[in-house]
């Protein structure tokens, strides 16, 4: 479970606050997808679940306790929220199976191998271990990251436009690899994105945010026949 | 999961580390601020005798070495980055060699190129008097010395011009010639108003160096203010005077540099239109070609082939009789606190550097920013600080019957190279920090994993080389370094530069080669490596 309530975000220099008293729950398992344009402050939403920026005021809670309250805040590594970065953020100087072993943490190498294994299996690539991440294609990249993501056994994934740089039949393919993936692990997933194919394919619940504001949230199929006015409209049928 | 109260946030391991570091490189620049006050006699009459010649003298040598290494620099930076001739590739290189050089081993192979002045000044004489002969000698030995600092300072002009006009003007240089006009044409109102930031930004390290020289303009007897420095302090022992002329220096020095930021900010516009798409070179006829591998090949004959040669020449000479032992030892010992003052210094640069971007706070950047400096106060202002600030501790110590610990000693020395090259491996560990995405860095956060960890297993393995490359930087500089060397070293220890410059002093002109030659060595060792970074930072992409 995330629960967001009331969180406001503002950046020196900028009159306009990047995300203004946003609120809304994602259940256990549930998937959500954040649409918005350009600059509507959906990353630094996503940010500051994963505690990489700080919020002004508001409060974040999972099912381990208050991540960020009135003198709380809880360090971004001992959150157990997973971050898939766009374009994967891969550590170049390490092979695959090694940058799957630095989410694990110290436990016996018999075991990060096969668990490495297991995650590798699970994203479909098997036999890549070795390879660094040059020698992979954009889209096993991603896959790679969502493993490492996985492998450190978030209680939430936080998905930041991981799609943007793949084609569109790509696209379209590791979507659905990704939902599978968390609905049979039931983890709960927050996904970041401007294109309105990828939010309506992905979550169970769409949310659009415009200049820093939540306009509206609701089941894909509530929202996509009944936006609430026009910029959503365009915004989740594609315009 | 340990919940942290956010008030408290703010004070923690890496903060403490950090300010602690930076306060200490700072401290001997406050050591000289706090020195001032301290009442002295002398100022009054300094500052109505002498004062106004150091002032004068540095401002021609500033103005006049300004201008030549412009002169040095433009040109061959616009000709080897625009257009294409036999042999540019080694010129390319080659331009920069006279970085290599010191400026004292520079002046010693020219100082006696003065006496064939000497009939000049004696006709002079004969026609217009004393007087006159007195101003013609004066300008030769100002002339030769503004000529000579040029030849090897103005690579700092040269390398950051060439990159600006070979890297990231090329759609602008294509513009103006679809527009029809010409190189020169667009040199003129294209690439150079847009290259001026750099220009800038290299002509005040060209500045810097000058208000800092102090063995050239020793053996050529122009009186600086940083060669006022050494006359007050260790002429006349009056300290205080002393410190007062240090902070008119670092004014001097601080107003260059506000200069810089200045014009920077006016011209982002610049910065901001910069794209990355290279420009091809046009290829020259052999008549045009010659002339611009005339203008190439003039100061690096005047800044390297010349003292290389002439030092060359004189080491062999000097063979007999040389004490090779004693050279070799003290060679040794050079190179042994050089290269462990320069790891030291990079590792730390490295853990400032990383500290900045994870604490991300602006008051923290700025104070480290401020604390990295040390370059551009001059190196006997340093020198001072350090000496007032470790002469207080010992002072305290001595309480304790500890006296004179620090002062005089090793530590003292190596700890005034910290504080005026931390800047060297700062700024490009800085730079390469960003290099590896900021990314990187929050992946590795959101995977579990702290600030140690990251540090430890993804910037070190990934920096590791820019590290060395850093640390062979700091070598070389701290190998050429002479006034700071001179003020702190102990009364035992002797560096190859303060060895040559021992010897030039004495008038033993041949045996400084040996040493010389050996420094300019380094340099160029370390300017390959420098080559091979650049060529290394270029391809790689996180």
């Keep these: ?239 | 999961m340990r919940p942290q109260n956010r008030k408290q946030l703010q004070i923690d391991f890496w903060s403490v580390a950090v300010v602690l570091c930076a306060l200490l490189l700072l401290a001997p620049l406050i050591a000289v601020f706090i020195g001032v006050f301290q009442p002295t006699e002398e100022w009054q009459h300094l500052a109505s005798t002498v004062l106004p010649g150091y002032l004068l003298n540095t401002l021609i040598l500033v103005f006049g070495v300004g201008l030549v290494s412009v002169l040095f620099a433009v040109p061959t930076a616009w000709f080897v980055a625009t257009y294409e001739f036999p042999t540019r590739r080694f010129w390319k290189w080659a331009l920069v060699m006279p970085l290599a050089v010191p400026t004292f081993a520079s002046a010693f192979t020219y100082f006696d190129v003065l006496e064939l002045s000497i009939p000049l000044i004696i006709k002079v004489r004969d026609a217009w008097g004393f007087g006159a002969s007195q101003w013609v000698e004066r300008l030769i030995r100002y002339g030769m010395l503004i000529l000579l600092l040029s030849s090897v300072l103005y690579p700092y002009i040269y390398l950051s011009l060439r990159s600006t006009f070979s890297k990231q003007q090329g759609v602008y240089f294509e513009a103006g010639r679809m527009l029809g006009k010409r190189p020169s044409s667009i040199f003129r109102r294209v690439a150079l108003p847009m290259a001026r930031p750099t220009l800038i930004a290299g002509l005040s390290l060209v500045i810097m160096e000058v208000v800092n020289e102090y063995g050239a303009v020793n053996l050529f007897g122009v009186p600086t203010l940083t060669e006022g420095i050494f006359r007050t302090w260790f002429g006349l022992g009056d300290r205080a005077s002393g410190l007062r002329l240090a902070v008119i220096v670092v004014i001097i020095v601080f107003a260059i540099l506000a200069f810089e930021a200045w014009q920077r900010k006016r011209l982002r516009y610049v910065e901001g239109a910069q794209t990355n798409v290279a420009h091809r070179r046009v290829r020259l006829g052999w008549r045009r070609a010659w002339i611009i591998v005339f203008f190439c090949a003039l100061p690096v004959l005047i800044g390297f082939v010349f003292p290389v040669l002439r030092l060359v020449y004189w080491a062999i000479a000097a063979t007999e009789g040389f004490d090779f032992v004693g050279f070799l030892g003290q060679a040794a010992r050079s190179l042994g606190l050089a290269s462990a003052t320069a790891l030291l210094l990079s590792v730390v640069a490295f853990f400032l550097a990383f500290s900045v971007r994870v604490k991300g706070d602006s008051k923290v950047c700025k104070l480290v920013q401020a604390s990295t400096l040390g370059y551009a106060i001059p190196s006997v202002v340093t020198a001072v600080g350090v000496m007032v600030l470790l002469a207080s501790i010992d002072h305290l110590l001595s309480d304790v019957s500890l006296s004179l610990v620090l002062s005089g000693s090793l530590f003292a020395i190596s700890f005034a190279y910290m504080v005026r090259f931390m800047t060297v491996a700062y700024q490009p560990l800085n730079a390469s920090m960003q290099g590896v995405c900021t990314t990187l860095h929050e992946a590795s956060r959101t995977l579990g994993q702290g600030n140690w960890q990251s540090l430890t297993r993804i910037h070190w393995p990934l920096l590791r080389i820019n590290i060395l490359a850093c640390a062979t930087l700091v070598f070389i500089d701290i190998m050429k370094e002479l006034p700071l060397t001179l003020v702190l070293r102990p009364s035992d220890f002797e560096t190859l530069a303060t060895f040559a410059f021992g010897f030039a002093k004495e008038g033993y002109i041949y045996d400084c080669a040996l040493p010389s030659l050996l420094i300019i060595s380094l340099g160029v060792w370390g300017l390959l490596v420098i080559e091979r970074w650049v060529d290394k930072e270029a391809s790689q992409s996180c």
């Design chain 1, 1 to 239: 479970m995330l629960e967001v309530q009331n969180i406001s975000k503002s950046f020196p220099g900028n009159d306009v606050p990047a995300v203004h008293d946003v609120s809304f729950r994602v259940a256990s398992g549930e998937l959500l997808s954040l649409v918005g344009e350009s600059g509507s402050g959906k990353t630094t939403l996503l940010r500051l679940i994963a505690g990489l920026e700080i919020p002004e005021a508001g409060q974040i809670q999972t099912n381990r306790g208050c991540l960020f309250g009135e003198n709380n805040w809880v360090v971004p590594e001992q959150r157990r929220i997973g971050l898939v970065f766009q374009g994967g953020a891969l550590f170049p100087h390490m092979s695959v199976a090694q940058n799957l072993w630095y989410a694990m943490g110290k436990i016996p190498k018999s075991e990060l191998q096969d668990r490495a294994e297991e995650y590798l299996k699970l994203v479909q690539l098997n036999g890549k271990a070795n390879r660094y991440p040059h020698e992979l294609s954009g889209g096993e990249r991603q896959r790679v990251a969502l493993a490492r993501a996985l492998v450190a056994k978030p209680d939430i994934i936080l998905l930041d436009e991981p799609y943007s740089n793949l084609d569109v039949a790509l696209t379209a393919d590791l979507r659905e690899q990704v939902r599978d993936i968390l609905h049979q692990k039931k983890i709960t997933g927050v996904l970041v994105t401007h294109d309105p194919a990828d939010a309506r394919h992905f979550a169970d619940r769409i949310a659009i945010l415009r200049k820093g504001v939540l306009v509206q949230l609701g089941l894909v199929k509530d929202v996509v026949d009944h936006p609430c006015d026009m910029y959503c409209s365009l915004l989740i049928r594609g315009g």
